[in-house]
């Protein structure tokens, strides 16, 4: 996986051992390249897919002080001719301004500098973390990647379970915080400056940014005043991360985002290839091919007739990502190695609904009219349970779920996680806490690990992740940007050419006046009686392929000898909630289902290994 390793250590041993086999469980693939460096007691590495940040590293200063690597791309301040690469570029800057270089710097980046002089090393990551690294302090040195697993191959690192881990991946379907499967080892924050004095043993992690530094909104401006600026900042930021020779390539589906970035994209640089897949009676695959005919762009379309792919496909993105999100989200998996003989870069729409669209307001109207910190908490865990995913385990569920060893142990741990995080923000307005909290924990630990997915074949660059957009369009009054009201007159007015194909949600068309959108309402009701030809919300069939295709798979992954022998779960409950599922009576239990089922593949591959 594309990203920056190291191995500190406070006693002067040689990391050289210690990098090769972090750098050889970095590398899944032939085309990943990965390069290292061996100092006294210090060792730094970089691993990528030969697409981004290629140059030779680490990187040493003239003077041998200092010595760096880098992933990513750097938009801001923009690096000057001659000067070779990022990594130089922050050299320079960090000579002249300290840790401040990081509140000017813009892009999605990671990198780590160790610098011999001051007998420290740094790493640091861009606003809203979106290349993930991880990090471990234990036994008088610093270990971290891009990978959990590379962290994991140190002999020395005793492995132990996170509980309060367990105990939030099988109800809210994913990681919160900066935790991660096994004890010791964290994410790195997003907007984080991680600092390490080994001759002291000494890490702090602290933020250099956080979302309580969004700028004041503009007196006296205008609804207008913030469409007009939206499409402005959101054009640029298109126009930014369109340049270079990359080949350029959108998913896209039949949704706003997408639609957007590919219309926009095509206007600036075409062509740009679009891919789409789901089964194929689905909305995605309809107006998809719809809209890139509209836009010019070459589609390619990937159906997924039935779950037996799953199979074949869902060991790999267990070993990309780490089991944070469940074997539900491979679903891109038949578009990745066709994706690469495509294009070089994904231009995604990651974020775009949950900024300029205020899409985690929108879903949690209880929370963002909640009387005080305690309701809000409550009707935010309802919502992360329920509504930002499959729905999942009930509070009941969980108490049948574990065993009595394990019980007191694992019940009400995800709540009282849950409790901790949002105290944090406590005496911020709702609808900035729940812009927060879905930022980090919808949009950074759950989308974002179907990007890393994909990052192991081709990378991704996130126009709507840019920081004067995000800036923009979180200072606004919410109002501005609940139902979509912002984001379909940005639409108007920047690519009028797709609101004139229907959204996938709802099948009504985007433009105005309302009368047109409801008269196409009516004709698509009269054309679905007329033809029975009825289009799937959904672009996936888990949990028909759990019952069917998958089902000897799911029933050996949660009932078999090596998964009750663990001992945390109680063997009745799982064996109901099995049938339960496959008895069709019961809809939407792969939510309960599939968390159950990833939890015990990254055990066998992670832990049991």
Not at 105 to 110: S, T, Y
Not at 579 to 591: A, C, D, F, K, L
């Amino acid at each position: 996986m594309s990203g920056v390793f190291g191995w500190v250590d406070s006693c002067a041993e040689s990391p050289a051992l210690p990098l090769k086999r972090m750098a050889d469980a970095l590398r899944l693939f032939e085309w990943a390249q990965a390069q290292t460096w061996a100092g006294a007691g210090v060792g730094l590495g970089q691993v990528n897919i030969g697409l981004f940040s290629t140059d030779p590293q680490p990187l040493h200063s003239e003077d041998g002080t200092l010595s760096g690597v880098f992933f990513g791309e750097l938009y801001r301040p923009a690096l000057p001719r001659g000067e070779g690469s990022e990594i130089a570029h922050i050299f320079r800057l960090y000579r002249e301004r300290g840790d401040a270089l990081l509140r000017d710097l813009e892009g999605v980046f990671v990198f780590a500098l160790w610098d011999a002089a001051r007998g420290h090393l740094l790493v640091a990551n861009d606003r809203l973390g979106l290349i993930p690294t991880y990090y471990a302090h234990f036994d008088g040195r610093l270990v971290f990647a891009p990978q959990v697993k590379a962290i994991l191959s140190d002999a020395r690192f005793e492995k132990q379970l996170d509980l309060t881990a367990m105990a939030q991946f099988l109800r809210f379907q994913r990681l919160l915080g900066d935790r991660t499967f096994f004890e010791g080892v964290s994410l790195l924050p997003h907007g984080s400056l991680l600092r390490y004095v080994p001759a002291e043993d000494r890490l702090t992690v602290e933020h250099y940014w956080d979302f309580d530094q969004i700028p004041a909104w503009p007196a006296g401006a205008t609804f207008e005043d913030a469409v007009v600026e939206t499409g402005r900042l959101l054009r640029r930021a298109v126009e930014v991360r369109t340049g270079g020779e990359h080949r350029l390539g959108v998913y896209l589906s039949g949704g706003l985002d997408s639609r957007t970035l590919l219309a926009l994209a095509a206007q600036i640089r075409p062509p740009v290839v679009s891919l789409t897949y789901g089964v194929p009676d689905c909305r995605d695959m309809y107006y998809a091919r719809r809209i890139a005919r509209r836009v010019g762009s070459p589609h390619h379309a990937f159906p997924l007739h039935d779950g037996r792919w799953v199979r074949g496909e869902v060991g790999l993105h267990l070993e990309i990502t780490e089991g944070f999100v469940t074997w539900t989200h491979c679903h891109a998996a038949v578009t990745l190695r066709p994706g690469r003989e495509l294009m070089d870069v994904n231009l995604s729409g990651f974020f775009g609904d949950q900024a300029v669209g205020a899409r985690a307001i929108d879903h949690s109207p209880k929370a963002f009219g909640a009387v005080d910190a305690l309701d809000f908490a409550v009707r935010m865990y309802d919502d992360f349970v329920n509504h930002y995913a499959w729905p999942g385990l009930t509070d009941a569920e969980e108490r049948l779920l574990f065993s009595e060893r394990f019980a007191p142990q694992l019940q009400g741990r995800a709540w009282a996680s849950f409790l901790e995080l949002t105290g944090h923000l406590n005496g911020c307005a709702p609808e900035r806490k729940i812009d927060w909290l879905a930022s980090l924990y919808q949009s950074g630990r759950l989308s974002n690990m179907n990007l890393v997915y994909q990052r192991a074949f081709f990378e991704a660059r996130y126009p709507f992740c840019d920081y004067d957009l995000v800036d923009w369009v979180y200072a606004m009054p919410v109002d501005y940007r609940l139902n979509d009201r912002l984001y379909l007159e940005v639409m108007r007015r920047e690519v009028p050419e797709v609101t004139w194909i229907p959204r996938d949600t709802d099948e009504r068309l985007l433009v105005r006046p309302g009368f047109v959108r409801s008269a196409h309402g009516v004709y698509q009701k009269v054309r679905r009686r007329i033809t029975g030809r009825t289009l799937r919300t959904i672009h996936e069939d888990p949990e028909g392929w759990l019952r069917h295709d998958l089902r000897e798979w799911a029933e050996d992954v949660l009932l078999g000898e090596r998964a009750l022998g663990r001992g945390f779960y109680n063997p009745a409950f799982v064996r109901s909630l099995f049938e339960r599922h496959m008895s069709g009576r019961q809809v939407h239990t792969i939510g309960q289902i599939a968390p159950l089922m990833t939890y015990e593949m990254m055990l066998r591959r992670f832990y049991d290994e």
